[in-house]
């Protein structure tokens, strides 16, 4: 499709910045390569997820970011990351976009600019089928408890902000949580959607916590470098497309994740 | 084809019996099958239980000692990396520490406790510097060789942290292990803590229902911690389960009431610890979901087939009653008239024996044949045909017909002739049943024959009895009806001791009125006088020609005064009487007088009629001689 900026979005690069005039050649860069340099997070099932079995990669955005290579007639190459250091690499331009289910929190729009969102999805938490303790979600803000949030992960910030007698616990490592939680370390540990999926589907011994109610429902939305207008149009108009044609239900729907597509 | 339905076989005792001893078996087939069933499914459940119980006390013992083994080769792995430098340094850096057990979900801590029990290194860093009371510890108060690894109490807590502090931590348990190593003299401890829910985890997803309970147990058959909170029976269970531990490493008992519960054990052969399921036998019941569904099945069934039974045994019983009514009525109608059976198109099925009785017939010289063979041709030809015709529309044929026997004789029957349905209103047999009534019809014609007879002599005798005893010329009695009915007289006055009277009259010179006047006026004159004279008598009373010109009167009831007057009476009415004799040829003017002699039965009771006719007569020679027309009595003696 070929683009067509209306007018306002012509003056949106200028509004946003001396810089933006300068930094308005992703396109080019991606036409010049090539090559699509895309963010993932290898550990996030469903979404941007390395199978430990055969290594190859899968998930909602590994399709999607497909589909956006295939659409600017350029080749992914995939950049490993993790949401601590994914601002970072954003800013550090490893990466043109991070297709890795961003959940659009305030810090990080601080940082990165946020396409449309395309998922929205309420927290949840995992603890042991055999947890006592922990039965229902209104159990787990009490004395006593532990929670484990993964580092850099916006239900960090949503659990500092939410718990009130709970103690809260970051952690770092791929597999930690889990294993903070099946050892008895910690009660149980919060998640999204496409990670409680992963748990449910592959684990035996966890549990799935719904919220008793909405909590707080976050957009994830893709990143990019701040600065290109013309960039970030191009991709708003991707999700905007794949939204329009149903290439995005599809594609959630292959990785069950159609309940938290976002429709909007 | 059938024989005729006029005797019916019932066997009421057979019957009945049956219909008594066939619920009764039914009966015994169901609950035999329902409770050989139950035997069959509660044996193959206990059989299935025992074989489960044991094969996953097997499973989950390894498992369980492999998950220890994990423990102990970390405790082992740190007592002996923990030289003499590393105690000195106060042990080893968290970190280390926590990448040693990250992956291990049994583990939920290592910490390094210092001879006084408090914690100088630890992989959960809020652990390091609380202190511990010894008798929590492991293997406190024992003796211990360095790098034995041994195992303490299970105790409500998360980790070291809130087990110094004594806070419980609700739905949490730890289990504690502990090694020593020795740095001169000075015993210090690496500390394990268990996560007892990797167990409980483990062990609710092998049995997710929690048919079982399991449980780990020290090897005195104490528990450790169990799926169940506590068993009913735990002092029964600890105190088995440490016998048969002290006797053997594996092994399945029974107890309880009724060997309630059974359990299947494990020993651990590294571990001082055994496995043990147990499993409540009263559970098989409802594990069987389809139990109650086949008790109601069965109870259903008998329901059913009581319920059915009565009906049916009821229904038989009408049944018996009207085939024995039915039966009754057959036997009365075949006694009492001939009956044939025939198929729709008149062909005979079936004659009874009074039929054959009548027309002499064989029952094979009529079977097949119609009816037309009986009326021998005193029938139209087709009178049978249109009778059939009637009866196969439905309706009931009635009348008289005249048939013939064998031999031809004919004889007269009443015949009503019925179309027989079958269930559906389809006609299948006509029956014709014929009651003799030639008898009836001899009998009206002799009765007939006879009223005529009689009628005919009742005439005869009337015409008979007139002219024997009345006179033809004046229709009075002669003399044979007079005394006929003066001795009835007599006899009923002296029955009554009443007196009869009698008059004798004789007209004077009779003889001379027919000499000069001829016949013809004497008749007259005979007929006038009696009808004169009977005008002035009684009715009782009887007047009488007894021939020529004498006559007389008979006074039923009448004494000899009375007697008197009435001869005077008919003395005068005979003077008085001037005939007209014209009619016959004599003079218009002719008279007549009559001498009357008069007897009485008044002062002689018992007299005889001729007796007192004789006086009369006597009494009447006596008035001829006084001069004729007088009336003479005799003297009544004093």
Request: glycine fraction near 6%.
């Amino acid at each position: 499709m070929p683009l067509r900026p209306g007018p306002l979005l012509l003056l949106l690069p200028l509004a946003l910045g001396l810089g933006a005039g300068a930094r308005a050649q992703t396109l080019d860069e991606i036409r010049r390569s090539g090559t699509l340099k895309v963010c993932i997070w290898p550990d996030y099932f469903g979404i941007s997820y390395r199978s430990p079995r055969t290594g190859a990669l899968q998930g909602l955005d590994i399709d999607l970011s497909r589909e956006l290579a295939r659409e600017l007639s350029a080749r992914v190459e995939y950049v490993e990351t993790d949401f601590t250091r994914l601002l970072d690499d954003l800013q550090a331009r490893k990466c043109q976009v991070a297709m890795m289910a961003v959940g659009v929190t305030a810090a990080r729009a601080a940082r990165v600019d946020f396409s449309t969102p395309y998922l929205r999805s309420d927290i949840y938490a995992i603890a042991t089928r055999s947890s006592r303790a922990v039965q229902t979600w209104d159990d787990i803000d009490q004395p006593g408890r532990i929670v484990v949030v993964q580092k850099g992960t916006y239900m960090e910030p949503l659990m500092q902000k939410t718990l009130r007698h709970a103690a809260l616990r970051t952690v770092e490592r791929p597999q930690e949580r889990e294993h903070e939680v099946e050892s008895g370390r910690a009660d149980v540990f919060i998640t999204d959607y496409p990670y409680s999926r992963r748990m449910l589907m592959n684990t035996d011994w966890a549990r799935l916590l719904a919220p008793s109610r909405i909590i707080q429902l976050t957009d994830y939305a893709y990143a990019v470098p701040r600065g290109d207008a013309s960039w970030l149009q191009r991709i708003n108009e991707f999700v905007a497309q794949i939204k329009r044609d149903g290439r995005l239900a599809q594609t959630a729907d292959r990785h069950g994740l159609l309940p938290i597509v976002a429709r909007d | 084809m059938d024989a005729p339905r006029l005797d019916f076989k019932l066997e009421p005792r057979k019957f009945r019996r049956l219909f008594r001893l066939l619920p009764a078996l039914a009966l015994l087939l169901i609950w035999s099958v329902y409770l050989g069933s139950e035997y069959f499914i509660r044996h193959h459940l206990e059989q299935g239980l025992e074989q489960r119980v044991q094969r996953d006390a097997l499973l989950l013992e390894d498992h369980g000692s492999r998950a220890l083994d994990s423990v102990v080769s970390r405790l082992k792995a740190v007592a002996a990396f923990s030289g003499p430098t590393v105690l000195r340094a106060g042990g080893l850096p968290s970190e280390t520490l926590r990448d040693l057990i990250l992956d291990n979900p049994v583990l939920r801590s290592l910490s390094l406790l210092d001879p006084q029990g408090r914690v100088i290194a630890s992989s959960e860093a809020a652990n390091i510097g609380v202190r511990l009371p010894a008798n929590v510890l492991p293997g406190f108060g024992r003796r211990h060789t360095d790098r034995e690894v041994s195992f303490g109490r299970v105790l409500p807590h998360r980790d070291l942290g809130d087990l110094a502090r004594e806070e419980p931590a609700p739905g949490l348990s730890l289990w504690l292990a502990s090694t020593t190593v020795s740095e001169a003299g000075r015993p210090f401890r690496w500390v394990a803590v268990i996560n007892t829910d990797y167990f409980l985890n483990f062990w609710s997803r092998y049995d997710p229902q929690q048919h079982d309970d399991i449980g780990l147990y020290d090897y005195e058959g104490r528990l450790l911690f169990a799926q169940a909170p506590s068993h009913p029976q735990a002092d029964m269970l600890a105190r088995l389960l440490g016998q048969q531990l002290r006797a053997r490493d594996l092994g399945w008992f029974d107890f309880g009431p009724h060997q309630r519960w059974l359990l299947a054990y494990r020993g651990s052969a590294i571990h001082p610890v055994a496995l043990a399921i147990v499993a409540d036998r009263d559970q098989l019941g409802q594990q069987d979901s389809d139990r109650t569904k086949r008790l109601l099945l069965a109870l259903l069934s008998t329901l059913l087939v009581l319920t059915r039974s009565t009906w049916l045994y009821r229904w038989y019983l009408r049944y018996e009653t009207s085939v024995a009514e039915l039966a009754n009525q057959a036997r009365a109608i075949g006694a009492h008239v001939m009956a044939a059976e025939s198929d729709p198109d008149g062909r005979i099925q079936a004659v009874n024996q009074a039929l054959l009785d009548k027309t002499g017939y064989q029952e094979d010289e009529l079977i097949g044949q119609t009816l037309d063979l009986l009326a021998g041709g005193l029938q139209p030809p087709d009178f049978h045909a249109q009778i059939r015709a009637t009866v196969r529309s439905g309706q009931i044929w009635k009348g008289l017909l005249q048939n013939q026997g064998k031999a031809g004789e004919p004889f007269w029957v009443n015949a009503t002739v019925v179309p027989f349905t079958d269930a559906w209103g389809r006609i299948t047999r006509i029956v014709s049943l014929y009651s003799d009534i030639s008898d009836a019809i001899g009998l009206a014609e002799q009765l007939a024959d006879e009223r005529r007879l009689r009628t005919e002599l009742a005439h005869l005798n009337e015409t008979l009895t007139t002219h024997a005893n009345t006179d033809p010329l004046t229709g009075l009695y002669n003399r044979r009806g007079f005394e006929s009915f003066a001795q009835q007289a007599l006899l009923a006055s002296s029955h009554y001791a009443r007196p009869t009277s009698a008059l004798m009259l004789d007209l004077d010179h009779f003889k001379q009125v027919n000499d000069h006047h001829g016949h013809a006026v004497g008749d007259l004159v005979l007929r006038e006088m009696a009808r004169c004279w009977s005008s002035q008598l009684r009715s009782s009373d009887l007047l009488a020609r007894l021939g020529g010109e004498e006559f007389c009167v008979l006074l039923p009831n009448t004494g000899l005064n009375d007697a008197r007057e009435v001869a005077e009476k008919l003395r005068a009415a005979c003077q008085d009487t001037a005939l007209d004799a014209r009619a016959a040829g004599g003079p218009g003017r002719l008279e007549v007088t009559v001498s009357i002699g008069v007897a009485s039965s008044e002062r002689a009771p018992g007299l005889s009629l001729p007796q007192l006719l004789n006086q009369a007569d006597r009494a009447l020679y006596d008035a001829k001689r006084g001069g004729r027309n007088r009336v003479v009595s005799p003297v009544l003696q004093p």
